[in-house]
């Protein structure tokens, strides 16, 4: 244990470097990709007013009821500090009466009280894309290839991708009404807090984790089986577009996600680095929750992406990686100033370069560049300046070169390594 006297509250997270390296890497790939897609950002604020989650989220899923960090501000409001992301960026589009169709992306901090473990902690990091106002099959399709893009991007081969429907307004009644009628005939086998589910809201019971109802559901009847012939044609047209995109995916008849505005098509990514029950992230269409929010029927489709557990799947760092910095090093008093004016020209040819002004002896300055992982040295020595030239030092092979001072910029860049 240490001895400090503050350590942070269960269920955080820290990213010091170069943990936070990585992570701003991950979120630079999301963003370029969004960016490709036609995505603009949408910056929404971490707390919104209590109802905007219980209102989309629903009233009985597990979120709502059990993990909501929910608190009444000094005037009395009740607040919540947002569980995700859909919601907010709903409700600010519309108040920002944003023109639909639009292609939003988000990226940033939620909070779930859950029971912190390995990729699920109560503050979490989430990166997603909403598509307001488009109905294709083929929009489903685009979004369910760009997780995946994501994902093998970042090296994650393992990845599969996981896909059902959950029919419509039109079909869900008479599903409901089986999977009820399924329920109460085997009510003695279902846990307590399916007991309360089959009471709020009977299609959560498939959010449950208990070994026994999840055996249950595997016999209960499915979704799929009570599409309507508009829902049918839907599926089967998200299915054809991700075969010929090359995509395989696996049908999950009991993939209905933990939220309650989600129609026909939902999906998730899994990786086998997390583990059987974690995914990297999903989505799925939500063509009802606009309209919900007091906006004009709008149907739409969209993606969240775990970025802490992204980074979990991820391969590991290579070893003795060097970063994208360069050293400057300055052999006497007479050489800091030059060394000082070296640096400043270096960060003017956009190359990340530091020195140190506080050690005076080389020797603990090549000591200070390796352990802020730079790629190179670039050393300032009286010698050196007299006859035009800086002595370049690569610290990944350690290999020292002469290099003409109007050449340094261009051997600099070639050492650097992210
Ligand atoms: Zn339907
Ligand atoms: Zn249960």
């Known amino acids: 244990m240490s001895s400090f006297?503050?350590?942070?509250?269960?269920?955080?997270?820290?990213?010091?470097?170069?943990?936070?390296?990585?992570?701003?890497?991950?979120?630079?790939?999301?963003?370029?990709?969004?960016?490709?897609?036609?995505?603009?950002?949408?910056?929404?604020?971490?707390?919104?007013?209590?109802?905007v989650f219980i209102k989309s989220t629903g009233v009985g899923s597990d979120i709502v009821t059990k993990q909501m960090y929910t608190f009444k501000d000094r005037a009395g409001r009740s607040l919540t500090l947002r569980p995700e992301g859909t919601p907010g960026v709903v409700r600010a589009?519309?108040?920002?009466?944003?023109?639909?169709?639009?292609?939003?992306?988000y990226l940033g901090p939620y909070f779930r009280y859950e029971r912190p473990q390995k990729g699920r902690t109560r503050e979490f990091n989430q990166l997603g894309i909403e598509a307001l106002g488009e109905a294709s099959p083929l929009v489903d399709a685009e979004i369910i290839g760009f997780g995946d893009s994501f994902f093998r991007e970042l090296g994650i081969a393992d990845c599969t991708i996981q896909l059902n429907s959950i029919g419509c307004r039109e079909c869900r009644p008479l599903y409901r009404q089986n999977l009820v009628g399924f329920l109460t005939r085997h009510r003695d086998e279902l846990c307590n807090d399916c007991h309360v589910r089959l009471e709020r809201n009977p299609l959560r019971v498939f959010d449950c984790k208990n070994s026994a109802c999840q055996n249950l559901l595997a016999q209960a009847p499915k979704p799929r089986e009570h599409l309507c012939s508009e829902c049918d044609r839907h599926f089967s047209e998200v299915r054809e577009a991700l075969n010929r995109q090359g995509l395989q995916y696996e049908l999950n008849d009991r993939l209905a996600r933990g939220l309650d505005y989600y129609n026909r098509t939902t999906f998730e990514y899994l990786s086998g680095r997390l583990g059987a029950q974690d995914s990297l992230g999903g989505?799925?269409?939500?063509?009802?929750?606009?309209?919900?929010?007091?906006?004009?029927?709008?149907?739409?489709?969209?993606?969240?992406?775990?970025?802490?557990?992204?980074?979990?799947?991820?391969?590991?760092?290579?070893?003795?990686?060097?970063?994208?910095?360069?050293?400057?090093?300055?052999?006497?008093?007479?050489?800091?100033?030059?060394?000082?004016?070296?640096?400043?020209?270096?960060?003017?040819?956009?190359?990340?370069?530091?020195?140190?002004?506080?050690?005076?002896?080389?020797?603990?300055?090549?000591?200070?560049?390796?352990?802020?992982?730079?790629?190179?040295?670039?050393?300032?020595?009286?010698?050196?300046?007299?006859?035009?030239?800086?002595?370049?030092?690569?610290?990944?092979?350690?290999?020292?070169?002469?290099?003409?001072v109007n050449t340094i910029a261009i051997q600099v860049r070639a050492l650097l390594r992210d």
């Not at 790629?375 to 092979?397: A, F, M, N």
């Open 5 to 51: 006297k503050h350590s942070r509250p269960k269920g955080t997270q820290d990213f010091a470097p170069p943990q936070s390296d990585r992570k701003h890497r991950v979120e630079e790939l999301f963003r370029h990709l969004a960016g490709l897609y036609g995505f603009q950002e949408i910056v929404i604020p971490v707390f919104e007013h209590t109802e």
């Open 93 to 105: 589009a519309l108040e920002n009466r944003v023109r639909m169709p639009c292609r939003l992306f």
């Open 283 to 404: 989505g799925g269409r939500y063509d009802y929750l606009v309209e919900e929010f007091g906006g004009p029927e709008t149907p739409a489709t969209g993606l969240a992406i775990g970025l802490d557990r992204t980074m979990l799947a991820m391969p590991e760092l290579e070893q003795n990686k060097r970063r994208r910095l360069a050293f400057v090093v300055w052999m006497s008093d007479a050489e800091l100033e030059p060394a000082r004016k070296l640096l400043d020209q270096l960060r003017a040819e956009g190359i990340p370069a530091r020195m140190d002004f506080d050690a005076g002896r080389p020797k603990r300055q090549f000591k200070l560049a390796d352990a802020a992982g730079a790629s190179c040295c670039v050393i300032v020595g009286p010698d050196e300046l007299t006859r035009g030239v800086y002595s370049l030092k690569d610290l990944l092979t350690g290999e020292q070169t002469e290099v003409p």
